[in-house]
């Protein structure tokens, strides 16, 4: 009796034993929790740099700006705005108006000082001394087919000097050959340009590369092309060469000024190349693009530079 007791206990432990193993074996196993991706550093677009071009003033010397835009042009670099001043402003406007450095040059070879006679050399030995411009105005807005300043391919903005007040102003608007004929408008020699109730001069006198008005348009890499006369180069011989000559000693303190400004400063070697030497573009041409070559280097290491910068600080963020 007590054995069958103790059987009967033992097969219910058992018993219990048996339905909780099935029920420890019959739990369902937790489902594996799939694994996070590894996180992956945010890809960073690469940020667009805004170049400008700026082109200085300085008579016939402007041939050389024409060198500088084709190589800029061979080697892919096409600035995002142009600004110029005097003989820059009208490089600058036919450049931006979508002529590439190799029309620009045939359009040089083929220009007809007759054709622009009241700005050309042969006027400047005249005793009056003042010539209207006319000429080049409508030179320029044929050459730019009429186009206005804020329709150009390339956004551009030419320099003159507010005779009134001295201060440089910029035009970024409006008949694109009146801008260029003000900015190009030298003292003593063309009659001051009337725009609404103000009249304009040469805006070498404020502005000889006007660097600063390219950082204002949101430029973040300037490249700026300075071929003012030299002083201490150059003799003046003519009326236009005293003009010339004083303008670069006035504008000497102001070119330092603008030109720390920019990331790249080129100046072709044009030696004792005159303003009024309209023989000599091919010279002219040939100084700009060596100039050019010999910069390109460093304008490739800043410009890579400041292209690497932003994902620079965007990893050390992280």
Known sequence: MMLTGCTHRIAALALVMTLAGCSFLSRPRPEPTPSSPAVQPEAVAPVKTKIALVLGGGAARGFAHIGVIKVLESQGIVPDMVVGTSAGS???????AGNNGFAL???????DEAAISDWSVPFF?????????????????????NMPIEKMKIPFAAVATDLNSGEPILFQRGNTGIAVRASSAVPGVFQPVKIGR?????????????VHFARDMGAD?????????????????SSFDVLLQTFAIMGLS??????????????????DMKGNDFTGRNRAILAGEQAAMAAMPEIRRK????QARP???KQALQ
């Open 198 to 210: 103000h009249l304009y001069v040469d805006g070498g006198l404020a502005a000889p590369v006007p």
């Open 90 to 96: 009208v490089v600058g406007a036919l450049y931006a």
């Open 254 to 271: 102001i070119n330092r000024y603008e030109l720390e400004g920019a990331d790249i400063v080129i100046q072709p070697a044009l030696g």
């Open 221 to 237: 890499f300037i490249i700026a092309v300075n071929i003012s006369v030299q002083p201490e180069v150059q003799a003046a011989s």
């Open 303 to 306: 410009l890579d530079a400041m």
């Open 311 to 313: 994902m620079q600080v």
């Open 105 to 111: 040059q045939k359009m040089a070879m083929k220009m």
């Open 125 to 145: 030995s005249t005793s009056s001394g003042v010539l209207k411009g006319d000429a080049l105005q409508n030179y320029v807005n044929r050459a730019v087919g």
